[in-house]
């Protein structure tokens, strides 16, 4: 590990000390805060990891090579730059992009409702699989339940999560059933943990005020899936406020 790196591993430690926190602590904080704390957390370690990886390219004595590189620069200014593709995007970005495409399920959507969930019942990257949620709870937080065509759209949506098995597999995954594939960089854990958060906010969403759907939640393993998950926390009480609104009646 170069100089530049060493530099950077106990930032990249810190933060993943400070989800950690965050994590032990969501019973005390409000959903929403918790979700944009980590966030912001993710921002964070997403952004140190790049300083670390980029110090990570170069020896310690490097440093003397950086003016014949900038030489070389002029000379690659013609080549074309890759075409960015969602690989390179990281969770932030992705779901951003997402956000973007699906236009809350409207008609010209490049990405449609089955697109998300397939990526939700299919995919086998956290990151992947957490953007998708968190673009269905962003949704579904800008539909207006009293206007008709939003009401409409969102009964239409919780249909189909139950119908195409998207309600089943969140629940799974807060089991600990669904198994992901390393992302190489390390941060399957952290995308793991926002996806639970992510997760928690659908159920919220989707079931508050909705005594029917909250019965169609348990009945496709929801409160199961947010048991389970309690028990295996250390505090075991970031899922409680979850698991209150889905024993409601």
Same mark, same amino acid.
């Given at each position: 590990?170069?100089?530049?790196?060493?530099?950077?591993?106990?930032?990249?430690?810190?933060?993943?000390?400070?989800?950690?926190?965050?994590?032990?602590?969501?019973?005390?904080?409000?959903?929403?805060?918790?979700?944009?704390? $980590?966030?912001?957390?993710?921002?964070?370690?997403?952004?140190?990891?790049?300083?670390?990886?980029?110090?990570?390219?170069?020896?310690?004595?490097?440093?003397?090579?950086?003016?014949?590189?900038?030489?070389?620069?002029?000379?690659?200014?013609?080549?074309?730059?890759?075409?960015?593709?969602?690989?390179?995007?990281?969770?932030?970005?992705?779901?951003?992009?997402?956000?973007?495409?699906?236009?809350?399920?409207?008609?010209?959507?490049?990405?449609?409702? !089955?697109?998300?969930?397939?990526?939700?019942?299919?995919?086998?990257?956290?990151?992947?699989?957490?953007?998708?949620?968190?673009?269905?709870?962003?949704?579904?937080? $800008?539909?207006?339940?009293?206007?008709?065509?939003?009401?409409?759209?969102?009964?239409?949506?919780?249909?189909?999560?139950?119908?195409?098995?998207?309600?089943?597999?969140?629940?799974?995954?807060? @089991?600990?059933?669904?198994?992901? $594939?390393?992302?190489?960089?390390?941060? $399957?854990?952290?995308?793991?943990?926002?996806?639970?958060?992510?997760?928690?906010?659908?159920?919220?969403?989707?079931? !508050?005020?909705?005594?029917?759907?909250?019965?169609?939640?348990?009945?496709?393993?929801?409160?199961?899936?947010?048991?389970?998950?309690?028990?295996?926390?250390?505090?075991?009480?970031?899922?409680?406020?979850?698991?209150?609104?889905?024993? @409601?009646?």
């Amino acid at each position: 590990m170069t100089a530049s790196g060493r530099a950077m591993q106990p930032v990249l430690d810190a933060i993943k000390e400070l989800q950690s926190i965050l994590d032990d602590a969501k019973e005390s904080i409000d959903g929403g805060l918790h979700l944009r704390l $980590c966030t912001a957390t993710m921002t964070a370690y997403e952004r140190a990891e790049a300083l670390s990886a980029a110090g990570e390219g170069r020896s310690d004595n490097e440093e003397e090579g950086e003016e014949e590189m900038e030489m070389m620069t002029d000379e690659e200014s013609d080549e074309e730059p890759r075409e960015r593709t969602e690989d390179d995007m990281e969770l932030n970005e992705l779901s951003d992009f997402w956000e973007g495409q699906f236009d809350f399920g409207r008609p010209r959507a490049v990405l449609p409702l !089955e697109g998300l969930i397939e990526i939700i019942t299919m995919d086998s990257e956290a990151k992947r699989v957490c953007a998708a949620v968190r673009v269905l709870n962003r949704a579904l937080h $800008c539909s207006k339940p009293d206007d008709p065509e939003d009401a409409e759209r969102i009964l239409q949506w919780k249909e189909a999560l139950v119908e195409q098995g998207a309600i089943k597999e969140c629940a799974e995954i807060l @089991q600990g059933d669904r198994e992901f $594939c390393d992302d190489g960089e390390g941060d $399957c854990w952290m995308h793991y943990s926002i996806l639970c958060s992510e997760i928690f906010e659908l159920f919220t969403r989707l079931g !508050e005020g909705d005594a029917l759907f909250r019965t169609k939640l348990r009945r496709h393993g929801a409160l199961k899936g947010v048991e389970e998950h309690v028990k295996r926390q250390p505090l075991g009480a970031a899922g409680l406020p979850v698991l209150k609104m889905l024993r @409601q009646r």
